[in-house]
Antibody, heavy 119, light 111 residues
Framework: QVQLVQSGAEVKKPGASVKVSCKASGYTFSDYYIHWVRQSLGQGLEWMGRINPNSGGINYAQKFQGRVTMTRDTSISTAYMQLSKLRSDDTAVYFC????????????WGQGTLVTASS | QSALTQPASVSGSPGQSITISCTGTSSDVGIYNHVSWYQQHPGKAPKLMIYDVSNRPSGVSNRFSGSKSGNTASLTISGLQADDEADYYCSSYTGSSTLYVFGTGTKVTVL
């Protein structure tokens, strides 16, 4: 069965960077995109960007351009999302989700990673 | 890219039907049939309930249905059950640099 397993909670100081991982299993990693979506505490969902594990091609949401970096390691079926220059309002749960070039939705999700940016 | 607009809350009694609206613009919901709906229970990851406006993934109850008219998409839950109590989010493909936009979310309460 398809599974996306994310790394554990992180606490960072404002101005620092955080890197969250998302390990895929149960399917061919290179065949599907990995999207990143965040949810501020008690708030709605926000699309951050996606990576094509096969080509390495990336699309970032305009809001996060310049602060977010998405990468992947196909040898271990893992995608990464790094957010730099953290601010207190970056405190949120970050989800990875599976997508594709031939469908326009997110069919499987990771369990979420809480990132807290606090001094 | 602004968030799609959903009502903050909708409620209904067990067995009733409720409908959640999701209003976008002619740049997202109005032009693409790539509207999806997600159910999220507290502390859990979202779960895909409807894709491409009105299609249900395997395993999702046929009590959930979707539709679209103009810039507004809708999710209807019929035969409301206690476990349907959750937050629901719509999403649309936009084709712009910010490829996807989500709705503001709707809390469904089963009375």
């Amino acid at each position: 069965q398809v599974q996306l397993v994310q790394s554990g909670a992180e606490v960072k100081k404002p101005g620092a960077s955080v890197k969250v991982s998302c390990k895929a299993s149960g399917y061919t990693f290179s065949d599907y995109y990995i999207h990143w979506v965040r949810q501020s505490l008690g708030q709605g969902l926000e699309w951050m960007g996606r990576i094509n594990p096969n080509s390495g091609g990336i699309n970032y949401a305009q809001k996060f351009q310049g602060r977010v970096t998405m990468t992947r390691d196909t040898s271990i079926s893992t995608a990464y999302m790094q957010l730099s220059k953290l601010r207190s309002d970056d405190t949120a749960v970050y989800f990875c989700a599976r997508g594709s070039s031939w469908f326009f939705y997110f069919d499987h999700w990771g369990q979420g990673t809480l990132v807290t940016a606090s001094s | 890219q602004s968030a799609l607009t959903q009502p903050a809350s909708v409620s209904g009694s067990p067995g009733q039907s409720i409908t959640i609206s999701c209003t976008g613009t002619s740049s997202d919901v109005g032009i693409y049939n790539h509207v999806s709906w997600y159910q999220q229970h507290p502390g859990k990851a979202p779960k895909l309930m409807i894709y491409d406006v009105s299609n249900r993934p395997s395993g999702v109850s046929n009590r959930f249905s979707g539709s679209k008219s103009g810039n507004t998409a809708s999710l209807t839950i019929s035969g409301l059950q206690a476990d349907d109590e959750a937050d629901y989010y719509c999403s649309s493909y936009t084709g712009s640099s910010t490829l996807y936009v989500f709705g503001t979310g709707t809390k469904v309460t089963v009375l």
